[in-house]
């Protein structure tokens, strides 16, 4: 599993911005912010457009993950935080700012950038930087002051206190579902400070400003970049423990932590049917093209039953393929299997015996009762998968070998009318390609629950009829997220309180009966081999 986390840019060059209150010379100004960037020697441009402004920004813009760049030219929106900013700047009647390297969370289009490391005057670099005393200076100086209110303003600020008294301080940076977990923590003498900060993705610096000077554990979120940064200020703070309320753990350097000797939390065990049934939701609600009828019909467009409207595939009888027939993958092949009578393909590195005996298993009894039976195989690659399923769904763990995993020549390999489906990672799928493809092929149907770069989709893909699109909801099952956050509060717990570690992370029931005290132990740390942490014996 793999997901973007807290996904910052840098503008790692001089950007230029205009200020602009003519609505209507769009195209007039743009060349003349053309022929000016020209000569000043700037060659690559990003307009940014809001309804009285636009900005030019030099710079190749990249993201930024853990360390590896990815060569993703960006949308347009992430630069909307920068909105706010230069707006205020020229309020002051000063039109022409060079904003040198910039941070910020595209995540939060309206935000306030997180990092401005230089502002200085158009004018100042234009005559040799020799920006001596008078009003630009003054105008400076202004700016830089409210640059750092900014950066004040930005810092998280609601924060909801638990059992005030606790001994050991622990941080979630987002409310979470169900309230056992908080009973758990405060139960357990914990301080519990829950973030409200309305802000979606918090950043780095407002993570370190909640951790502050003293803090035992936290308990994050799988959009925040818990890196080298976040883990070094924990360790000062004298923090022993995170967990990312999540099973998937990509945005966290687990490295970077067992450097800092903390242990690292998932959540595995409460997410793989809720997991699998959003992807066969997807499966079908792609197959039966539901969505678009769902639009059809409010638009008021229905004016009679055709023997055309809305002609989608039948999954009985057909094939449905797998890739990654792990815990999520295998529970989606058994529903899709048993609930459709559909034959399974499936290609993994691994062999996926109890799947296999469970069609076996299933095909006889189909065969005993007159039907015909189902039937399955191990794929020897994944291109053989792609070609043979009408339906197919991605399970895999994303890392170096599985980033678009899906591209440009694997999706040519796909029958016309496929059906993909993608509740993993987003960047197991160019993107791009994907958009191309779906053009081309407005057959082909595709449900997808994660996106190359949450929170945005590729130019184009909100806009295919053919794409049924929603926000990483995959795991958003009540009894899934409240259990997620009651595994997540207790591997903090476990690990402030030096408890030892639960012997099989994927059974996790104990942990999530109501009724019972919860075993003393973490339920699931990911670095504990590396942190030579004891396993619990119970
Ligand atoms: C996870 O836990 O990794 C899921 O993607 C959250 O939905």
Redesign the pocket.
């Known amino acids: ?1 793999y ?1 973007f986390s807290s996904l910052s840019m840098d503008v790692d060059k001089p950007c230029l911005c205009f200020d602009d209150d003519d609505d209507d010379d769009d195209d007039d100004g743009m060349n003349d912010r053309g022929e000016l960037c020209r000569k000043i020697g700037f060659t690559t441009w990003l307009p940014v457009r809001t309804p009285r402004q636009h900005y030019l920004v030099r710079g190749n813009i990249r993201p930024k993950l853990s360390g590896q760049k990815l060569q993703t030219r960006y949308p347009q929106e992430p630069l909307k935080s920068l909105d706010t900013l230069v707006s205020r700047s020229t309020q002051n009647k000063t039109d022409r700012w060079i904003f040198h390297r910039i941070s910020f969370q595209p995540q939060n289009p309206g935000g306030l950038p997180v990092r401005v490391h230089r502002v200085t005057p158009y004018d100042s670099h234009q005559k040799n930087r020799n920006l001596k005393k008078g009003p630009m200076l003054r105008k400076r100086f202004a700016l830089s002051r409210l640059l750092s209110t900014l950066r004040r303003m930005a810092k998280p600020m609601a924060i909801e206190v638990y059992n005030p008294n606790g001994k050991y301080r622990i941080i979630s940076t987002k409310p979470m579902p169900g309230t056992r977990w908080i009973n758990l923590l405060t139960d357990h003498d914990c301080r519990l400070e829950i973030c409200h900060q309305k802000k979606t993705i918090l950043s780095v610096e407002d993570i370190i400003s909640l951790i502050g000077n003293r803090c035992d554990g936290v308990i994050g979120q ?1 959009t925040e970049d818990w890196g080298e940064t976040l883990f070094a200020a924990l360790r000062k703070a004298g923090g022993k423990a995170f967990s990312n309320m ?3 753990y990509n945005n966290v350097d687990v490295d970077a932590a067992t450097k800092y000797g903390i242990a690292v939390g998932n ?1 595995p065990g409460v ?1 793989t049917e809720t ?1 699998a049934e959003l992807a066969a939701s997807l499966s079908l609600a792609a197959s039966r093209r539901i969505v678009e009828a769902d639009g059809f019909m409010r638009a008021g467009l229905y004016d009679g039953w055709l023997p055309h409207l809305f002609v989608g595939n039948l999954l009985k009888g057909q094939t449905v393929g797998v890739i990654g027939a792990g815990r999520i993958g295998s529970a989606y092949a058994r529903m899709m299997v048993e609930g459709f009578k559909m034959n399974l393909i499936y290609y993994d590195l691994y062999q996926a015996t109890r799947l296999e005996k469970f069609v076996t298993a299933y095909g006889e009894f189909l065969k005993a009762n007159g039907e015909q039976p189902v039937t399955w195989k191990r794929a020897s690659s994944m291109e053989e998968v792609l070609s043979a399923a009408d339906v197919i769904s991605l399970h895999p763990v994303l890392d170096k070998t599985t980033f678009h995993l899906v591209n440009k020549e694997s999706l040519s390999l796909m029958k016309k009318e496929a059906i993909l489906v993608n509740c993993s990672r987003g960047p197991v799928i160019d993107e791009a390609a994907l958009v191309e493809h779906l053009k081309q092929n407005p057959m082909f149907r595709v449900g997808l629950d994660v996106f190359e770069e949450e929170p945005y989709m590729k130019p184009g893909l909100a806009e295919m009829k053919n794409a049924i699109v929603v926000p ?1 909801i ?3 099952s009540k009894w899934t997220r409240e259990g ?1 956050a009651t595994l997540a509060a207790l591997n903090v717990l476990g690990g402030v309180k030096g408890y030892p570690i639960w012997g099989d992370p994927n059974r996790v029931d104990p942990f999530l009966n109501e009724d019972a005290t919860p075993p003393s132990a973490c339920p699931s740390i990911v670095n504990s081999k590396a942190l030579g942490l004891p396993v619990s014996k119970l």
Do not use: F, I, R, Y
């Open positions: 599993m997901e799988l999540a099973v998937g959540t997410l997991t990483h995959a795991s958003a997620m």
